[in-house]
């Protein structure tokens, strides 16, 4: 299996196109597919400073895919940043790993993981790793953390939120993009800087033309008392975003999540 690099905001494009299949293969969660990384990367185009696309492929050119990593490369002052791709667009389901590096089997995690430290020798000066979201005993990251000799791999316990709105009184659920639509300007204000408003706005109606976005709202005479917006992945529910004035949105503990990290190394 040979192992390529692609760079920028269309070949990137195409590669999560291609990796379509392996995404289905492994489950990957719903901000690790397509629909979610295309308006990841439709946000980082309009937006300055928003870094340079690039996908580390493994497998056969043209075909689909055994390994895949989607990443963002960005400077930080003179340090090159390598991250995942998406870990600044805005806000993702909470409670559970968001990230994936795709690999189909522990060979493909091994190449794709050499793929990954090859990215960051191109790279001029100073560099940074920095891969968060990743799920417990991700073998590309262990496969990273075995070549990087400074390399941290850490875990921590996420929150993720319980959808109790129905104990707060009569909720509107809807899964119609026009109800998106007409609630989206309640919504988007409660949304804190003019980047997160685009992308969630970008991101929902993406997702809602596909049917993957619930909006629920508990109306009140001048307004609704809460909304949330749920992404739907089969039968499971993952409460995105949202907000409420009357409580039923609480915490809970959520599952384990990984990052790896790589210090700045290539001083002169």
């Known amino acids: 299996m040979s192992t390529r690099i692609a760079v920028g905001r269309d070949q990137v494009a195409r590669e999560v196109r291609a990796a379509a299949p392996l995404m289905a293969d492994l489950r990957a969660p719903v901000t690790a597919r397509g629909p979610w990384l295309t308006a990841v990367l439709n946000a980082g185009a309009a937006r300055r400073g928003g870094g340079r696309p690039v996908a580390v492929v493994v497998g056969p050119s043209q075909e689909r895919p055994d390994a895949v990593a989607f990443l963002t490369l960005r400077r930080r002052g003179p340090v090159a940043l390598v991250t995942v791709l998406g870990d600044d667009a805005g806000a993702v389901p909470a409670g559970r790993p968001p990230s994936r590096l795709l690999a189909r ?24 790793l920095r891969l968060t979201g990743l799920p417990l005993g991700d073998p590309t990251a262990r496969a990273l953390a075995a070549r990087l000799p400074d390399g941290l791999l850490a875990n921590a316990r996420s929150t993720g939120t319980v959808d109790g709105l129905d104990a707060r009184g009569d909720v509107q659920r809807s899964r119609d993009p026009r109800e998106l639509e007409r609630w989206l300007p309640h919504l988007l204000p409660r949304v804190p800087s003019a980047h997160d408003r685009g992308f969630l706005r970008a991101a ?25 917006l749920t992404l739907l992945d089969g039968n499971e529910r993952l409460p995105w975003w949202g907000w409420t004035d009357v409580g039923g949105l609480a915490p809970a503990m959520g599952s384990p999540v990984v990052s790896l990290t790589d210090p700045a190394r290539g001083w002169p």
């Not at 522990?106 to 940074?128: F, H, I, N, S, Y």
């Not at 909006?215 to 307004?223: E, T």
């Open 204 to 228: 929902a109606r993406l997702h809602a033309a596909i049917g993957q976005v619930e909006i629920a709202v508990l109306r009140g005479p001048r307004g609704p008392h809460a909304a949330l």
């Open 105 to 128: 089997d522990p060979q493909a995690a091994e190449l794709l993981a050499a793929g990954v430290c090859d990215l960051l020798g191109t790279l001029r000066g100073p560099r940074r």
